[in-house]
């Protein structure tokens, strides 16, 4: 009873607190958040900011470029917000000077590079984090004097210094947002005020799949669902007592203590471990989504095996309920450590494409990005073409980061990271869908930093049933399909 009574006052604890942070967060823009603002103010960059490389011998007269971060994608994983963007920006300026002559004018070129990861909030108010690395590029032309013309130096144009700056990087935060703010008076009134009403919507529904047939099923489909009609019709009263007792209550109020408990585990964490475990997040989040996207279309194509499933499940469940009540198990007693009875779940992403390179009998495979839980956010060879591009309209785009990467530049970065590709040929399939669009010119752009000489690849696509063949050479901005 101890281990009981300690589980309710947790429960008590995580309903209180879901409670307290009241209405749910808007999805906000991150691109207002003050963190990353202050992180994206050009002047971090200029003489005297906290991300400047250089010296300087003058003040600012012009400035170019300019600091962009990408639209911010949205994610809710239980009671977790998690927004993540992508930082691209090129800001740059010149400086001016005066008193620089040609007897002391020596042109120059200088370069320099730095990150930083800063991570801000508490467990309450949710964190931001971002990760930036910047490279710094400085300039002192050789017309950069003031005049008269001399030391074999072409006409002055003015003693000046220009600098310019390539930052890359990506912006996330996290927060509770519970699902549920109902107040404790509104989840009792709604708890005992829709237990009849669900009762009956749920008799009526078991019913109709007894009795109604459904002009949507064939013979088989229809018998399976009269099975899954008598199944539904026999719990109803289990759940009506669920209702009464509060278990969608304590099942919502676990699930926001674990989520809680995520924000602690967050709170001690350095930005860059902070925002692997948030990526794994967001991953996981979207292969749950697609798996729940693939299986709902399954299910609308193919009715009459979803309802033999269904039947399956029904009588499975049942069997395993008769064989409990024989053996006298499946029922902690009461004293026992409630922790030791609740069901742990994995979560794991199938993957939907496999691409599998091979230079002189060496291997080397990867798979599509949502199943590549716990994959370092590192850059591709290629992510300052897709940074570049996505600065230019403004879409999230693949290929940026390893965990980003589809199955193909991931094949191409495992083999470039072995020293495997420079002056090599490479033989690549690819298993689950034909090559996107996307990949169609990021794969030779790969190819081609890589050192590849050549590349040719065998696609299948098993929703089609069609391969096509496809090859690259040195110089080509995209594969070619082989006629």
């Not at 963190?35 to 960059?45: E, S």
């Not at 091979?358 to 290629?382: E, H, M, R, W, Y």
Request: charged share 20%; net charge positive.
């Amino acid at each position: 009873m101890r281990a009981l009574r300690k589980f309710g006052s947790l429960l008590a604890a995580c309903i209180a607190a879901a409670a307290a942070l009241a209405q749910p967060a808007a999805a906000a823009d991150l691109r207002n958040d003050p963190l990353i603002r202050d992180a994206l103010n050009r002047a971090n960059f200029e003489p005297g900011g906290k991300y400047h490389l250089f010296g300087s011998r003058g003040t600012v007269a012009e400035r170019t470029g300019q600091m962009t971060i990408s639209p911010t994608v949205t994610q809710q994983i239980g009671n977790l917000q998690i927004r993540q963007a992508t930082i691209f920006s090129n800001p740059g300026y010149i400086v001016r000077f005066s008193g620089h002559g040609h007897e002391v004018h020596a042109p120059f070129d200088n370069s320099a590079s730095r990150s930083a990861s800063v991570k801000q909030g508490s467990v309450l108010d949710g964190f931001t984090m971002y990760q930036m690395s910047w490279d710094g590029y400085e300039h002192h032309p050789a017309d950069g004097y003031d005049g008269p013309q001399g030391g074999g130096y072409p006409a002055p144009q003015g003693a000046r210094d220009i600098y310019a700056y390539v930052v890359k990087g990506k912006a996330q935060s996290i927060k509770l947002n519970p699902t549920d703010t109902r107040s404790t008076e509104q989840r009792f009134a709604d708890r005992f005020g829709n237990i009849p009403k669900n009762f009956s919507d749920r008799a009526n529904e078991a019913n109709k799949k007894m009795f109604d047939r459904n002009p949507n099923l064939d013979r088989w489909g229809n018998a399976m669902e009269f099975i899954n009609g008598v199944a539904a019709g026999a719990v109803n009263p289990f759940i009506g007592a669920g209702e009464a007792l509060g278990v969608n209550d304590a099942v919502q109020g676990v699930g926001f203590g674990i989520d809680l408990a995520t924000m602690a585990a967050i709170s001690p964490m350095s930005a860059e471990a902070a925002m692997s475990t948030v990526g794994g997040l967001g991953r996981l989040a979207e292969a749950e989504k697609g798996i729940g996207n693939a299986v709902r279309d399954w299910t609308a194509e193919n009715p009459n095996a979803a309802e033999t499933v269904e039947a399956a499940l029904n009588a499975a469940a049942a069997a395993k309920a008769a064989k409990l009540a024989k053996t006298g198990t499946g029922k902690a007693a009461v004293s026992e450590d409630f922790a030791d009875n609740i069901e742990t779940r994995t979560y794991s992403s199938t993957p939907q494409v496999i691409a599998n390179g091979v230079i002189n009998g060496k291997s080397f495979k990867d798979v599509n990005q949502s199943a590549k839980i716990g994959s370092p956010n590192t850059p591709t060879l290629i992510a300052d073409r897709v940074n570049s591009k996505i600065q230019s309209d403004g879409k999230p785009r693949p290929n940026a980061t390893i965990a980003d990467s589809h199955a193909e530049i991931g094949v191409i970065q495992k083999a470039y990271d072995s020293g495997k590709t420079q002056g090599a040929s490479m033989t690549m399939t690819v298993s689950g869908k034909d090559v996107c669009g996307y990949c169609k010119g990021d794969i030779a752009a790969a190819a081609q930093k890589s050192g590849l000489k050549s590349l040719t690849i065998k696609a299948t696509d098993y929703e089609t049933g069609k391969t096509t063949n496809y090859f690259w050479q040195p110089g080509m901005k995209s594969i070619k399909e082989q006629k």
